[in-house]
């Protein structure tokens, strides 16, 4: 079955500007989250789409929000984009009932410069 | 708040040898530990995970240990090989209906060496 795709793999933007990245989970997955890696600060929590709602928040400034549509496919947007949002963005996909022995699996993420 | 935490950023191991990678957690609410590998351009992959009712669970190479008085947690990666150098995430979750959320440690490089 297919995995978790991300797009684009990667973009350069500029100050200010805004950016789109998308997520296809994998099929049947009903959960999506959004992180951000930098160097030396792991992988922060962005937010968790459940059945087109967003059920979880992360300590992110208003800038960054995202939606979740009806085929479970995720978009995040980062809107006034700041030289300190340049990071790795990853997509997990999880069935999303919390339950043991479901782990989620991540997508290769979008590497994003910013400019 | 760092409420996982890897205090090792990096490790370095001869091919053959045990690997442990420790990880200490400060939210008693934690009741589900993950560990995953990442390499260089890729997205993070499962490796093991623990639930907080054990204290060891074992998968070929990789054996994790849970030590919930001291919230500690380890993986021993044995034999070691070339193959296994990468960053390694600790992650940890509270098993709930209302959230899939992930708890992320910062990573510990593993390099291993012939």
């Known amino acids: 079955k297919a995995g978790v795709t991300q797009t684009p793999r990667y973009l350069i933007k500029t100050r200010g500007q805004q950016v789109t990245l998308s997520c296809s989970p994998i099929?049947?997955?009903?959960?999506v989250s959004w992180y951000q890696q930098t160097p030396g600060q792991g992988l922060q929590f962005l937010f968790e789409?459940?059945?087109?709602?967003?059920?979880n928040k992360g300590n992110f400034p208003g800038r960054f929000s995202g939606r979740q549509f009806s085929n479970s496919r995720s978009e995040m947007n980062v809107s006034t984009l700041e030289l300190g949002d340049s990071a790795l963005y990853l997509c997990?996909?999880?069935?999303?009932?919390?339950?043991?022995?479901?782990?989620?699996?991540f997508g290769q993420g979008t590497r994003l410069t910013v400019v | 708040d760092q409420q996982v935490k890897q205090n090792s950023p990096s490790l370095s191991v001869q091919e053959g040898r045990i690997s442990i990678l420790n990880c200490d957690y400060t939210?008693?609410?934690?009741?589900?530990f993950l560990w995953y590998k990442k390499y260089p351009a890729e997205g993070p992959t499962f490796l093991i995970s623990?639930?907080?009712?054990?204290d060891k669970n074992e998968d070929g190479r990789f054996t994790v240990f849970l030590n919930k008085s001291a919230k500690h947690l380890s993986l021993h990666i044995v034999p070691s090989q070339p193959g296994d150098s990468a960053v390694y995430f600790c992650?940890?979750?509270?098993?709930?209906?209302?959230?899939?959320?992930?708890?992320f440690g910062t990573g510990t490089r593993l390099q291993v060496f012939p």
């Open positions: 623990i639930s907080s009712i054990k």
């Open positions: 997990a996909s999880s069935s999303g009932q919390g339950a043991m022995n479901t782990e989620a699996f």
């Open positions: 789409y459940f059945s087109e709602t967003q059920r």
């Open positions: 939210n008693s609410m934690f009741d589900y």
């Open positions: 099929s049947g997955h009903r959960s």
């Open positions: 992650a940890a979750r509270t098993l709930s209906y209302n959230t899939d959320k992930l708890i």
